[in-house]
Every structure is written in C-alpha cells, then in structure tokens.
C-alpha cells in the first residue's frame, strides 16, 4: 500500500514559476516510475514528467525547457520544478507511483491545483 501526498500548487502569473512537491510512504519497491500528471476542465489526463528509481525521464512536448523533475529515492520524494509557466499549464496535477515490475500497478495523489494568470 502506497500513500501519496502532494504540495504546492497555487496561482502564479504567466511567466512565473511553481515547485510541486510529492511524498510517498508505504511499501516502496526498487524499481518504479514517480511522476506527474495534469488533467485541465473539459480535457483527458496527461502526462507532464515521471522518472524512474534508474533515473530514465520522460517529459511531454509541451513542457520540455520549462519543467525539471527529480527525485529523491532516500527521502521517497518527487518534485516538479515549473518555469516560464502559461495559461495553458492551468490543471490539477496529480502525483503517480507506478510498480514497474510483475505484478504492475499504480497509485495516485488526491491532486493540487495550479492556476496561471495572464
């Protein structure tokens, strides 16, 4: 069982920049994938950035330049570091643990929002 708590969100104008922040407690396994995801009013859930306890990234298009993830295999701990943000990175962010070895499952934060002004 894995418990996700995230930190950080809130209103920034554009061009400002944001540090979301996830802890996970639990039963933790060597080899997974912590990330985030975003999911704005009236669109499906995307991803924005995950890496693995190995350290392999993978960023959306959208936020390549603008996002930096890390993690913090010790301290349990993800980070999404956000600049330059814009009114389209406007979501609620969600924190995700992924297993990555048989048997796969995944866990996700309650959310926090972030909302970019113009």
């Known amino acids: 069982q894995v418990q996700l708590v995230e930190s950080g969100g809130g209103l920034v104008q554009a061009g400002g920049s944001l540090r979301l922040s996830c802890a996970a407690s639990g039963s933790i396994f060597y080899s997974n994938a912590m990330g985030w995801y975003r999911q704005a009013p009236g669109k499906q859930r995307e991803l924005v950035a995950v890496?693995?306890?190995?350290?392999?990234?993978n960023y959306a298009d959208s936020v390549k330049g603008r996002f930096t993830i890390s993690r913090d295999n010790a301290k349990k701990t993800v980070s999404l570091e956000m600049s330059s943000l814009k009114p389209e990175d406007t979501a609620v962010y969600y924190c995700?643990?992924?297993?990555?070895?048989?048997?796969?499952?995944?866990?996700w934060g309650q959310g926090t929002q972030v909302t970019v002004s113009s």
């Open positions: 995700n643990w992924k297993r990555l070895i048989p048997p796969t499952y995944e866990y």
């Open positions: 890496m693995t306890t190995g350290g392999r990234t």
